[in-house]
């Protein structure tokens, strides 16, 4: 028998959730949000229209997630690699966090989420810096979903300066070599707070974690579609948790 969902928020026609039951949501769900630069394309219009489009489509999935009870949404706004763009491209990225969050943050604080985001701010314009701290600071009370921006993150620079965190406090005598085991590598890593994403989803056909959480994704449920970012619904999303709740997880045993 299915377990009734406690919902916030109304029903929509195009919810997917009769897929699944509320026991089966997964805690921590992380999306590489790929494809706006295709979908642009395919309408002939420029890149950026497609990165604008994808904003949308990320309010449409915080709302979604928060309304499901997933407690962590963790979302790749903007890697270490997307540097090598054109400028014009990098700089309309680095603004689209400050438009969303200035836009949409009073929804945030009334929705009980908790604005977190993890990554190299050194290196993000002082604009983007100051929206992020705001947002940080007005929901850091908020104790409802957490949406968590990559942003500036790569997955090998984290493991590298966690590698340097751990022999620095090895060498402060704050740690010793026999102390390091699989807990003490996830709490130098910028995802310490959280637990490891239960499903990972990528849109637009690639097939590969691009620098995305590689040692957090050890024993996630991956789950690729063709569905542009932009294209990207909340049935689409339904259809991701449906495809988990299917899974049997065992974790490197036999019969868990
Ligand atoms: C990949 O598509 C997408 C990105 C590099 C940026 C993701 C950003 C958003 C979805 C906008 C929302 C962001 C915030 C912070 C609210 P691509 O450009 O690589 O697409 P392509 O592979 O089709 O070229």
Do not use: C
């Not at 928060?66 to 700089?91: H, I, M």
């Not at 957090?216 to 063709?226: G, P, V």
Request: cysteine-free; glycine content about 6%.
């Amino acid at each position: 028998m299915l377990n009734k969902f406690n919902l916030r928020g109304s029903k929509k026609e195009n919810d997917a959730s009769h897929l699944f039951d509320s026991t089966q949501i997964p805690s921590h769900i992380a999306i590489i949000m790929d494809g706006n630069g295709r979908w642009a394309k395919k309408r002939g219009l420029p890149r950026i229209a497609g990165h604008k489009e994808g904003m949308d489509v990320v309010k449409k999935m915080v709302r979604e997630s928060d309304r499901l009870g997933v407690q962590v949404l963790t979302l790749y706004a903007f890697s270490t690699e997307n540097w090598k763009r054109p400028k014009t491209e990098v700089d309309f990225l680095m603004k689209l966090p400050e438009q969303f969050l200035t836009s949409y943050l009073e929804e945030l604080i009334e929705n009980n989420v908790r604005v977190e985001v993890m990554g190299d701010a050194q290196q993000l314009p002082r604009g983007t810096v100051k929206a992020i701290e705001t947002a940080i600071s007005r929901t850091s009370e908020n104790d409802g979903m957490i949406l968590n921006f990559a942003l500036n993150y790569g997955s090998r620079h984290e493991l590298t300066d966690a590698v340097k965190q751990i022999i620095s406090d090895v060498q402060a005598d704050q740690l010793t070599v026999n102390d390091i085991d699989e807990s003490i590598i996830s709490s130098y890593l910028l995802t310490k707070q959280y637990p490891d994403p239960d499903l990972l989803i990528r849109t637009s056909g690639e097939i590969r974690l691009s620098n995305f959480l590689l040692w957090q994704l050890a024993y996630t449920e991956l789950w690729f579609t063709d569905v542009l970012w932009p294209d990207f619904t909340e049935e689409h999303l339904g259809e991701a948790i449906a495809h988990f709740a299917r899974r049997h997880r065992r974790f490197g045993s036999v019969n868990n």
